[in-house]
């Protein structure tokens, strides 16, 4: 089986392949196509996967390639992985926002946006050469801003193409434990858009016992979602956002807390990754030690400042081992071997989520095997969840728009009309100054 990883030469791929090394089932990945634009980082990440694969020999065989269209052909499943502009866009997304003094973020609120307007056209160009090259092929899209990229591809490749986060998961772990429940029995009722959304349930046994965990305020203070929002905030919700609704529901103190920082998580990871691709230009680096070495950097100040500063302290190690290669891992087994799992995914809605229309992308739990992945029925979203996940998925519809029509004007309407963008004056700015920065957003006039 051949597996094409696109954004083949970034940072996170040595741990895709660590999880393809462990997997000893029949029908298993045998040939791993890493394709990049950039030959020097595709260079450097094939060597962290040598010496990964050094003393193994089954280890799927691992070709690299700068020209997409040779790596698409005969690919069973994509990964999409790819950062449109690298870090250094990011980092100008964070910084342009911040200084019109709204969040400065990779996926939320104008950072989200202007990250969206650089990435779709390269998805949706990608889209139309899987659909060409390798029509049978399944994509599973990490490219963020996931769901708006997932729903970008899916206007040209229909439900082949699968939008993966770990966020979900690791919040349904953490809740499952502090409830002393095991996390594989546990059925978690989440649902919304990418990191827009909320457990509502955890059931397991047919017994919810979410609202033990809400009635109980030291049980609340206990885990990191439960600190970072705090107590009486989740008892008001009645359920248990994902963190990255931090973002909306204390916007003020994160965006003046990212105003006075230092620097930002773009401009953090653009050092540290940039040490670590520079250290590889000598060919006799010890290529996995350096990786390594970079990685638990990373790790260790994940989204930290905003947990930080929040008081939810560092996530625990066993949580940061069940991220995008094991969810990734998941689906395609489930696909490939027909083993039905159940899992939360980026998928078209069809339905079950009822405020949005049956081709709006959502982020809710799938049942998975040889024919896709498969929304299950859920509950409806409460009124407040409702008003957000509309109004998000308005702003995406106006960048997709703005991506396919190269409207300014529609651009200045999908940041003015987010709901963490106080301004349309704002917005007329945001685009100024986002078009001025970007090469990858020319597009626009
Ligand atoms: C989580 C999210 C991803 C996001 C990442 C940012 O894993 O689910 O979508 O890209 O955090 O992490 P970083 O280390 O790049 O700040
Ligand atoms: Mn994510």
Known sequence: MRLVILGGGGFRVPLVYGALLDDRAEGRV???????????????????????????PDAPGVTATTDLDEALRGADFVFSAIRVGGLEGRALDERIALAEGVLGQETVGAGGIAYGLRTVPVAVDIAHRVARLAPDAWVINFTNPAGLVTEAMSRHLGDRVIGICDSPVGLGRRIARVLGADPGQAWIDYAGLNHLGWVRALRVGGRDLLPRLLADRELLGSFEEGRLFGAEWLQSLGAIPNEYLHYYYFNRETVAAYRDAERTRGVFLQDQQSRFYAEMADPHAPALELWNRTRAEREATYMAENREAAGAGHRDEDDLSGGYEKVALALMRAIARDERT????????????????????????????????????????????????????????????????????????????????????????LVDRYTAAHPGLSYLT
């Open 30 to 56: 045998t040939e791993v196509v890493l394709h990049d634009v950039d030959a020097g980082r595709l260079s450097a990440v094939r060597r962290v996967l040598a010496e990964q694969a050094a003393g193994r």
């Open 342 to 429: 159940t899992l939360i995914l980026n998928v078209r809605n069809r339905g079950t989520l009822s405020v949005l229309d049956a081709d709006a992308v959502v982020e809710v739990p799938c049942l998975v095997d040889a024919s896709g992945a498969h929304p299950v029925t859920v509950d409806q979203l409460a009124a407040d969840a409702a008003g957000l996940v509309c109004a998000v998925k308005a702003v995406e519809r106006e960048v997709l728009a703005a991506a396919e029509s190269g409207s300014r004007g529609t651009a200045v309407k999908a940041f003015a009309l987010h709901p963490l963008v106080d301004s349309v004056n704002v917005a007329r700015r």
